[in-house]
């Protein structure tokens, strides 16, 4: 009861530390709407523009576990550290060379999860009956796997944009939450600073 109660006040501590820069999620948020705006006018663009910072990301990952490989004490270690950070930097490499045959072969991959993610979700549904809801999750993996199979019948066309597509669909979704966020931060700033103070 004691940990619960110290956990709720952290909490309650987090949160009012947070509540004075509630402007500052807002402004985040605004500025993922306009970068979900801007990357929507070329899916293309952002596709592509997604590939590199994958790309990147891996090469600065694999030299980062290169390195740790060094730090490593026992050959064992030190192999399985070092070929994943060749691996990693390799993939990184590639993807940067050819960012077109990067994001044809990344949308596929990513058909293949919806796809896979929908068959187990269909699964997992039918497995919860009679639990109240489980026809829910059935629809929802009925629903992802037809459209990773749409997706999977309209590659390799999708390729070029898929990725920029889900870019937007995520700059978007997040710029609102932020500002919803921020917002609701606001409220609970103005509602606090209305309530007259205890002596």
């Known amino acids: 009861m004691t940990d619960m109660s110290n956990t709720r006040t952290s909490l ?36 592509l523009a997604s590939v590199l910072v994958i790309g990147a990301t891996m090469v600065v990952a694999g030299i980062f576990q290169i390195v740790h490989a060094f730090s490593m004490h026992g050959l064992r270690g030190f192999l399985f550290w070092l070929l994943a950070g060749i691996v990693y930097t390799a993939a990184g490499a590639i993807i940067l060379y050819d960012p077109l045959l990067a994001s044809f072969t990344l949308s596929l991959v990513v058909c293949a999860f919806l796809v896979a993610a929908g068959v187990m ?16 999750i059935v629809a929802a993996g009925v629903l992802t796997f037809c459209v990773g199979i749409l997706l999977v019948a309209t590659w390799p066309a999708i390729g070029l944009w ?17 500002i919803a966020f921020g917002l609701a931060l606001r409220s609970r700033a103005t509602r606090h600073s209305s309530q007259p103070a205890t002596v």
Do not use: C, Y
Request: net charge positive; charged share 10%.
């Open 162 to 178: 898929l990725l920029g597509a889900m870019l937007v669909v995520d700059l978007i979704f997040q710029g609102w939450g932020l």
């Open 121 to 136: 979700r269909t699964w997992a549904g039918f497995h919860m009956r009679p639990a109240a809801g489980w026809r829910w």
């Open 12 to 47: 309650g501590h987090a949160i009012h530390a947070i509540t004075g820069k509630w402007g500052w999620f807002v402004a985040l948020g605004v500025g993922e709407l306009i970068l979900g705006g801007i990357a929507s006018t070329n899916l293309m663009a952002a596709s």
